[in-house]
């Protein structure tokens, strides 16, 4: 597995050098400093990663992608800039957010220069099905904003159900993934409805298997590895997976009333102690809440697996297969 490792990391830095090449301007500086900032701030790659997977395993050429894949990630940054000020999150990735660093009108509008970016960068994609790239690419916007309003959404709502999350993971997380994948495709030019609609799917699950484990990790990760504080959803009242479940399956009344506080804590967010998150990571443990999580990531995960079989060549097979698993083996 150690050539499928290698094939990530040298991909990564491509990817990573095609995005400082993307920022060729240094002024204004109260601008473009915090672009380099975010840009720079290191991250799995892992939605262009897939791009570049999907485009080699249906047997194109990965460099043919890596405008497309590059721009797929400046697009992501955008979504995390403008997430963390809603948020009100105060590290990204172990570092500073750029709204804490600087200041909210700051984020706001380096969130919509990254987004300008990423479409001159795709626009750089020299194909014949450029117009269907661009296509995939709005498209996957508009989900992750919708994503993002049922997110918001959620905030005011004490009655969310586990198969609503799964609907906001969806567009929030999975249905960028989904993009990246599906651009793959079409640069591979594989553009049949088979593959196309088989990737797709493996994309998918494994989008919303990766904010599951996401949620997971913020409770059971390694801080240091994470990048994010650990127990941070909880700080900040978050609906999680977790958390619904959890709320779904509490039967004891001191339970449910320390699960309700976390959503209704409001101004009282610093009342929020280390204690009380391994109180409530204890209640997750006693209702086996940590457990299902566990076997709902692994369930989407096999149902992205066996949406490989349609793929021909047994190295793209294998490789994607890899990525997959890799996902759910992290531990951050």
């Known amino acids: 597995m150690d050539k499928f490792i290698n094939k990530y990391n040298t991909y990564k830095r491509e990817v990573e050098n095609i995005i400082r090449l993307s920022i060729d301007k240094d002024f204004p500086t109260?601008?473009?400093?915090?672009?380099?900032?975010?840009?720079?701030?290191?991250?799995?790659?892992?939605?262009?990663?897939?791009?570049?997977?999907?485009?080699?395993?249906?047997?194109?050429?990965?460099?043919?992608?890596?405008?497309?894949?590059?721009?797929?990630?400046?697009?992501?940054?955008?979504?995390?800039?403008?997430?963390?000020?809603?948020?009100?999150?105060?590290?990204?990735?172990?570092?500073?957010?750029?709204?804490?660093?600087?200041?909210?009108?700051?984020?706001?509008?380096?969130?919509?220069?990254?987004?300008?970016?990423?479409?001159?960068?795709?626009?750089?994609?020299?194909?014949?099905?450029?117009?269907?790239?661009?296509?995939?690419?709005?498209?996957?916007?508009?989900?992750?904003?919708?994503?993002?309003?049922?997110?918001?959404?959620?905030e005011a709502r004490n009655n969310i159900t586990t198969e609503e999350y799964l609907l906001m993971i969806e567009k929030k997380t999975a249905k960028l993934l989904e993009a990246s994948a599906e651009i793959g495709v079409i640069i591979a030019n594989v553009n049949t409805k088979k593959y196309k609609d088989s990737i797709k799917n493996f994309a998918l699950n494994l989008g919303i298997a990766f904010q599951l484990q996401d949620d997971l990790l913020d409770i059971i990760g390694d801080e240091k590895k994470f990048g994010k504080t650990i127990g941070g959803d909880i700080k900040q009242g978050k609906k999680t997976f977790l958390l619904i479940k959890a709320l779904e399956l509490a039967t004891q009344k001191q339970d449910r009333e320390k699960l309700l506080y976390i959503i209704n804590q409001d101004k009282k967010r610093k009342l929020i102690t280390d204690k009380f998150i391994s109180e409530i990571k204890e209640i997750y443990i006693k209702y086996k809440v940590i457990n299902i999580t566990e076997s709902l990531i692994k369930y989407y995960i096999t149902s992205a697996n066996s949406s490989l079989m349609s793929i021909k060549s047994k190295q793209g097979h294998n490789l994607l297969k890899w990525f997959s698993n890799m996902l759910l083996e992290r531990k951050y």
Not at 40 to 57: M, N, Q, W
Not at 90 to 101: M, N
Not at 144 to 153: M, P, S, T, Y
Request: a negative charge; aromatic letters at 8%; one cysteine or more.
């Open 30 to 154: 109260c601008l473009y400093q915090p672009i380099k900032y975010i840009l720079d701030s290191g991250g799995k790659k892992l939605r262009p990663i897939l791009t570049l997977f999907v485009c080699e395993a249906l047997e194109g050429n990965y460099k043919n992608a890596l405008f497309a894949a590059s721009a797929i990630e400046i697009l992501h940054t955008f979504t995390l800039v403008h997430d963390d000020i809603m948020d009100n999150a105060d590290t990204r990735r172990g570092r500073e957010t750029v709204h804490k660093k600087w200041d909210r009108d700051t984020a706001i509008l380096v969130g919509d220069q990254l987004l300008a970016i990423a479409y001159k960068t795709l626009l750089k994609t020299q194909h014949k099905y450029l117009q269907d790239i661009l296509n995939c690419f709005t498209n996957g916007i508009i989900e992750v904003c919708e994503g993002q309003a049922l997110d918001k959404d959620f």
